[in-house]
């Protein structure tokens, strides 16, 4: 048995389902998500780097996720999809509705704005760090940031005041009306 074995089954038996979730954030797809998973987990482990620890490998897996993401993205050129694309699938999990809500404006974004939000608002990461694990420059983090916060608060119809400090209780202002949608 190889060194890496022992952790590798770690990972996928402690691990998978949140790396799987972490994947679908990112992708927006469920089956695209499982071939990241598979392909980040191909290159983690099939190179040369060695973990002592569980959360060290997630860590390093995650971060390839992320990598390949982006460099998928890169590479891909834009088909248009018919909505009769996915036949009617049956729901995988259970999510509140605010969730789905989430979710669809999060699959909506381009795949580098989605990259660049779950980096920073799930895995809590600084515009540096994301700037230095994406490869790309600080400002132009920050306009995807500014770019994929100001789709989801439309997406999702909600006023978000960018400009004062936020509030620990609240960070999200009551839903606009339709009247307020018209005039933005």
């Known amino acids: 048995m190889a060194r890496w074995e022992p952790m590798l089954d770690a990972v996928m038996r402690e691990r998978a389902g949140r790396l799987l979730a972490y994947a679908g954030l990112l992708t927006g797809d469920d089956a695209e998500a499982q071939d990241v998973l ?16 569980i959360n060290a490998a ?29 036949p009617e699938r049956p729901a995988q999990r ?8 989430v979710r669809a404006a999060l699959a909506a974004l381009p ?33 995807y940031l500014a770019d994929a916060s100001a789709a989801m608060a439309s997406a999702l119809a909600v006023d ?7 509030d620990p209780a609240a960070t999200v202002t009551a839903p606009r009306s339709v009247a307020q949608n018209k005039r933005s």
């Open 111 to 143: 795949p580098r704005e989605r990259a660049c939000m779950v980096l920073r608002f799930y895995d809590d990461l600084t515009v540096p760090q994301i700037s230095d694990r994406l490869g790309i420059a600080q400002g132009t983090v920050k306009r």
């Open 58 to 86: 997630e860590a390093y897996v995650r971060r390839t996720i992320a990598t390949l993401v982006v460099d998928r993205a890169r590479k891909r050129v834009p088909v248009p999809v018919a909505d009769d694309a996915h």
């Open 94 to 101: 259970v999510d509140s509705d605010a969730a789905v809500d």
């Open 160 to 166: 978000v005041d960018w400009h004062t400090e936020p």
């Open 38 to 53: 598979q392909d980040a987990l191909v290159k983690t482990f099939s190179g040369r780097a060695r973990f002592e620890h």
